[in-house]
């Protein structure tokens, strides 16, 4: 029995690998011009067919616009995480907080998870507060809290402002509400 449960357990093991592997091949991959105009359209398409007010702030011919413009934009090959750059800031015009569109993230294997937990300054482990075109970081879930208010100039070698501004085009509120984003 024990041998079983362990040959179990390490097929397991390594089918969970292989996904993770095959997971992180898939969002970094080029997907095809076709492919990815393709997903434009699937996406329009189920807005129109599921969302039951898309048109209530911007009308038919702007979103028409919008979506066209975007398909005729792309035209190398892109990995999904361009691919979701390009395509959020043109689902956020439909203004209306509820609708959005997430982005794939890299996944760890065991071992890589492992080696991240032993990192001394963990980005999660901050929370930050974005005050007159500033970002502070408003408080620490882990032990060190010298970091507490402090400001935030950049982050990988963009500065804030920039990615702030990059990032408010990726979500909308309803309509023209504009208060949202100031509650980063």
């Known amino acids: 029995m024990n041998r079983l449960f362990l040959a179990f357990f390490l097929l397991i093991i390594l089918v969970s690998c292989k996904s993770v592997e095959k997971h992180n091949e898939q969002i970094t991959k080029l997907h095809s011009i076709k492919d990815l105009r393709n997903d434009v359209d699937n996406v329009y398409r189920q807005l129109i067919r599921n969302h039951p007010k898309l048109y209530q702030y911007t009308t038919r011919e702007v979103l ?28 956020a015009n439909i203004r209306q907080g509820h609708v959005a569109v997430g982005s794939v993230s890299k996944r760890f294997t065991k071992k890589e ?3 991240l937990k ?5 980005f999660y482990d901050l929370d930050f507060e974005y005050l007159d075109e500033k970002l502070f970081v408003k408080r620490t879930f882990g032990k060190d809290s010298s970091f507490v208010g402090a400001e935030v ?6 500065q804030v402002n ?4 990059t990032y408010k085009t990726y979500f909308a509120s309803d309509g023209y509400n504009s208060t949202l984003h100031n509650d980063l």
Do not use: C, M, Q, W
């Open 113 to 115: 998870r492992k080696a």
């Open 153 to 158: 100039i950049s982050i990988n070698g963009e």
């Open 118 to 122: 032993k990192r001394k300054l963990k």
């Open 162 to 165: 920039d990615l702030v501004n």
């Open 64 to 91: 028409d616009f919008k979506f066209d413009s975007l398909k005729k934009s792309i035209n190398t090959p892109i990995n999904s995480r361009e691919f979701y750059k390009k395509l959020a800031p043109v689902v």
